[in-house]
């Protein structure tokens, strides 16, 4: 086994602060570092140095290309490469790489998603360099994080609405803390660890899966008969090459400078998380865009097809990523720290009051921000959060929040222990709350846990809404508090009354149960089952006039985040259809007539040898009449998929999904049945026992 040095791998291709202090001179590394640190505006004299020592550095390490890597709409990331040779002299190469083109690239990708900010007679956009988060190499390209950009400034990206809202999150954070008393605290960042969670499933079985290849999810396969009711593959021992690719993985992410902290098996056969230790949200959101660029290929090297999909197999767990937010200042306080006391706590109990009233008001964009196709599968089933958003605080906190709002007194309580039986195992301090898993939103000891979020989708919206309705409601705390002369008093008022009107949706109790739809209902918690009801938040009055006014998104802004999230679900639904008709007409449909020929061909050889045989004529009328269960619903199935390719504009389209989902549940039913009944021979895909168990 070959020993590497893990303090030497970790950030080996990233250009590091490290590496900057050494390469740059002092004074161009300097005012770099403050316009990292928001404490000085950008200024091009220091491009040029940066750009070279950038080239010279990744050169040294075999890098011959470099490229502007960004996060366009799709959620995936992309980038073009060039070469750092600018011209060639007497047969000799030149290679340069100047500020300007380290600083802005311009891109005419008029295929990108836009949502009409960009017809292709403007397509002109640009990238922009985001000096907050470091270039990095993979393979023989620099890799440098840019925010993308229309002609006219508006963002066709996830990251720049992620930085508009950590401005405006931490402008209010930073009042804020300066009328606590604060007043030493410059900047307030939001931190967020991502937890991944993703399947591997071996390539000899996905290759042969066309609904796997391109909607990286199966639209067929009969219920196996285990799944994940044992239990016993959570954090079970992990297999010999499964551990070999997390092993590779890791390193690779460490070599990026990921801190990849935690590996395990996951709830469901064949399934994993990876999560890495939390950052600023930018770099976070960097760091998890980059994890599952790399994670595709890696897989493959140890013949693993490796699902990101939110659901990419019926009947267990689906996959999400539990994005872990937070409010941390530049003195290294976190704002969401209980401490010992957390009801003399002022500023914790103002911040997480703050929360509650985001989360009331705004709940329905925090619904969108994890809605897509994929994700409607997911939410709602009893494995994952279900389309109510409330919000978990623990019945210690709780109690807390309750007292205030009643003008109660307030009493500590004693932090319990953990009560094992046995002397000589040690004493364990209890945690504030325990963990709630069935809430969407949950307080876990210093910090959210949005466990909503899709495991395919970038993190950077979830985000964009998470600070900028946090922004929102410290703006009215600060509000209330502007002027008080006796700020203990204020505060707890102003604690009382938001308690008093967001409380509601404060819930701890178990959220996959029919009790909380009905209760949530009651307080007037609104649910929106799927996409096509969320998306249409983003065009609410109260939602656009919030992102405007905490300079996060523009009106157009919002209106063609609307389209573009509308067209995405509705191509991904009609891909996923035309993907079903596609293997139902020549694998499924001619493999089961085939093998209704096969056992009536039996059958009459039996009648005929005068052993008529109940099993066969049994099997071939249960297989005949599923079969035409098959083609009828399929034939439904198609009349509707041309429908939708007709020319109705996207909302006429999104209206249309509905119907051809609940066709695809059809089709899918007989085909499961069907599966049941063909001989495992004849079935022509492999199903859900080899893609889940053969590893
Ligand atoms: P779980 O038990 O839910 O899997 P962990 O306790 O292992 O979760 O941590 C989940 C994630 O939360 C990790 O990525 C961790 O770095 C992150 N985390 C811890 N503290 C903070 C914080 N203050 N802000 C944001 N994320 C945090
Ligand atoms: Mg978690």
């Given amino acids: 086994m070959a020993i590497y040095n893990a303090s030497e791998l970790f950030s080996e291709n990233v250009f590091t602060d490290a590496v900057m202090q050494k390469l740059l001179s002092k004074q161009v590394y300097e005012h770099l570092k403050a316009i990292r640190d928001n404490v000085a505006a950008w200024n091009d004299d220091v491009a040029d140095e940066v750009a070279n ?52 690239g311009e891109s005419d990708a008029s295929s990108l998603p836009s949502g009409g900010l960009r ?23 620099l890799y440098i994080p840019t925010a993308f950009c229309s002609y006219n400034g508006e963002a066709l990206d996830q ?22 008393g604060m007043s030493d605290v410059k900047t307030v960042y939001p931190t967020v660890g991502a937890e991944q969670e993703y399947f591997l499933i071996d390539r000899e079985f996905s290759n042969e899966r066309l609904d796997m290849q391109i909607c990286g999810r199966t639209l067929f396969g009969a219920k196996p008969p285990k799944g994940q009711e044992l ?23 460490w070599s990026l400078g990921i801190p990849s902290k935690t590996r395990h098996n996951e709830t469901a056969p064949a399934q994993y998380e990876v999560a890495a230790i939390f950052s600023t949200v930018n770099i976070a959101c960097d760091h998890n865009q980059l994890l599952m660029q790399v994670i595709r290929p890696i897989a493959r090297k140890h013949g693993f097809y490796c699902l990101l999909h939110e659901k990419p197999f019926e009947g267990i767990n689906g996959s999400g990523k539990h994005n872990n937010w937070s409010l941390v200042t530049d003195t290294g306080v976190n704002l969401f720290n209980p401490s010992d006391n957390p009801e003399n706590n002022l500023r914790f109990l103002l911040f997480v009051a ?44 709780s109690s807390i929040f309750q007292a205030i709002s009643d003008g109660a007194p307030l009493h500590s309580i004693d932090r319990s222990h953990l009560m094992t039986g046995v002397k000589t195992l040690p004493l364990l301090e209890l945690d504030d709350c325990d963990r709630n898993r069935t809430s969407p939103f949950a307080f876990t000891g210093n910090k959210f846990e949005f466990r909503m979020v899709g495991s395919s989708q970038s993190i950077g919206f979830p985000n964009t809404v998470l ?12 509000g209330k508090l502007n002027n008080s002369t006796d700020i203990e008093t204020d505060a707890k008022s102003v604690i009382a009354e938001i308690y008093q009107k967001h409380g509601r949706v404060v819930f701890n109790g178990n959220n996959y149960s029919d009790e909380w739809k009905k209760e949530a209902e009651r307080r007037g918690l609104k649910s929106y089952p799927t996409t096509r009801e ?16 905490q300079q996060v998104l523009s009106e157009v802004e919002c209106v063609a985040r609307h389209e573009i999230l509308l067209n995405n679900y509705v191509n991904v639904v009609s891909i996923e259809a035309g993907t079903m008709l596609e293997m139902l007409h020549r694998q499924i449909l001619p493999a089961c007539i085939s093998y209704c020929g096969s056992i009536a061909d039996s059958n009459n050889s039996l009648i005929s040898a005068g052993h008529a045989s109940k099993a066969a004529s049994q099997s071939l009328a249960e297989l005949v009449s599923t ?32 119907e051809i989902l609940a066709l695809m549940s059809k089709v899918r039913g007989y085909c499961d049945a069907a599966e049941h009944l063909v001989s495992s021979k004849v079935w022509p895909l492999p199903n859900y026992m080899e893609l889940l168990y053969k590893q």
Avoid at 86 to 103: I, M, Q
Avoid at 627 to 656: C, P, Q, T, W
């Fill in 627 to 658: 079969v035409d269960g098959i083609y009828d619903s399929s034939d439904e199935l198609e009349n509707a998929f041309h429908r939708l390719s007709d020319d109705s504009s996207v909302s006429e389209k999104s209206a249309m999904c509905a």
């Fill in 534 to 549: 969320a998306v249409e938040t983003l065009l609410e009055r109260k939602n656009i006039e919030l992102f405007e006014h």
């Fill in 467 to 478: 600070d900028t309705v946090v922004a929102d409601s410290l703006e009215y705390i600060n």
């Fill in 159 to 180: 990251k720049t609405p992620l930085l508009r809202s950590m401005q405006a999150v931490g402008k209010q954070a930073v009042a804020l803390l300066h009328k606590l």
């Fill in 53 to 104: 020592a950038m080239r010279v550095w990744a050169m040294e390490r075999g890098a011959t290309h470099y490229t502007h890597w960004f996060t366009p709409m799709t959620g995936m990331s992309a980038g073009k490469h060039d070469a750092f040779l600018s011209d060639v002299v007497d047969g000799k190469p030149l290679f340069k790489f100047s500020g300007n083109t380290l600083t802005k």
């Fill in 119 to 141: 017809e292709t007679f403007e397509a002109r956009g640009y990238t922009a360099w985001d000096p907050t988060s470091p270039a990095f190499i993979i393979g023989e390209t």
């Fill in 231 to 253: 239990g016993d593959h959570y954090y079970g021992r992990i297999r010999t090459r499964v551990i070999s690719f997390m092993e590779e993985l890791d390193k690779t992410l």
């Fill in 354 to 397: 703050a929360v509650i009233r985001a989360v009331d008001k705004f709940g329905d964009l925090i619904r969108l921000s994890a809605s897509s196709a994929g994700n409607d599968l997911r939410l709602g089933g009893n494995e994952a959060p279900p389309s109510v958003i409330s919000i978990f605080l623990g019945d210690h906190l």
